[in-house]
């Protein structure tokens, strides 16, 4: 099947091409190292015994940020050395900048075929391998099933596309190659488990730790007074209710103008704080803005904002927790039409900020349902019900309140997964034969 594999996937390569390089120069920073997609990685310094060396990788920023508690810990043992891959240029620049001099290597995570994966794995040579949430590339898994290398899928997560598709009998070719017998999944939920059991995994295979995510929320960013700064920084007085638009995608900003002004038309000292999920949709945003006639301001022209600005767009990217402080409540994008799939609502509710999304949050289903049971979150059925629900928060204060100390009693409730997983990958690590 991996030969089968390793015809068809430079075709569909070619065919694909237009989409995914119109992707890369539109996001740009994509040719930075870009000889280590190809598999040409430095040559490491040679491997020691006492030492195991760990290929982690984490496609972009969330799936990054979700291993904050686990990478500090694996960095902070001398007897572990650290190769960290990524996809995307946002993920990748984020981890030069957190964990760079931490690393042995960083760079790009190779193309998923057979001259690239083969020279990638030969140059980073590692004793475990680790991908993050969702990944599956069939080259990757043969190359480290040849080399007897254990593999190991954390918070791991199937969508439902990608869950319908391995389950259609159809697909039933492909599980040799992406679930080999060195493979271990640990997923984020009961429904994850249940979801690789059903696709006839290994149980003995399948351990469940809870979202990676709920310990990803840095805790020492969150205080009083960091709240009270940046709502200064962000030209929001003490009084003014905030709405924090958060990783929002084309179109639903506009949504978010528009019922900005309505409120202030009913005399509510609303202002609106513009996190978009791709910073460079900055000048897209801005007509947008400019359009509606509300007064604005960047975070990239400057931290300090006009006191006469009714909208802040802070088009920069890392700021999420710190920004997040300044808003009352807010709506998390890439959940209405025509947009599918939704953003992790984990970092608004650690913050107790109530919180509203539209019908599409299916990546996040598990975490929105609890959400939802524990009335922490609001979901609109289609876009005309979302607004309603931002324009009762907005003007029901007690409504907010009640939604605070649920988000707060929810974050309670949550485990540790990140001690659960560790201690997962230290059995392994104990386990190898590196003689």
Known sequence: MIALYRVLLPLLAILSLPYYAYRMIRRGGYAVKFGYRAGLWPKLPAKSKEITRIWIQAVSVGELSSLAKLLDSLLSDPSIEIVLSGTTSTGLKMASTKYGPRLLAHGPFPFDWLPFSRKAWRRIDPDLAILVDSELWPEHFHQAKKRGIPLVIINARLSDRTFARLASPKLSWAHSLIFPDNLSVIAASERQHSRWLQLNFPGSRVKISGNLKIDAVDKSLIHPEKKKDMRQELGFSENTLVLAGVSTWSGEEKLLIEMVQSLRLEKIDIKL?????????????????????????LRSISHKSQDDSIAYLADTTGEVMSLLQSADFAFMGKSLPPHHGGQNPIEPVALNLPLVMGPNHQNFRETCAELLAHEALLIGQNTTETNSHLLKLARESKLRDAMQKNCQSWMQKQGTPSEFTLSYLYDIIKSLDKN
């Open 273 to 297: 704080l513009i996190i978009p999920r791709h910073a460079e949709r900055r000048h897209e945003i801005q007509r947008v803005l400019k359009t509606s006639g509300l007064p604005h301001h």
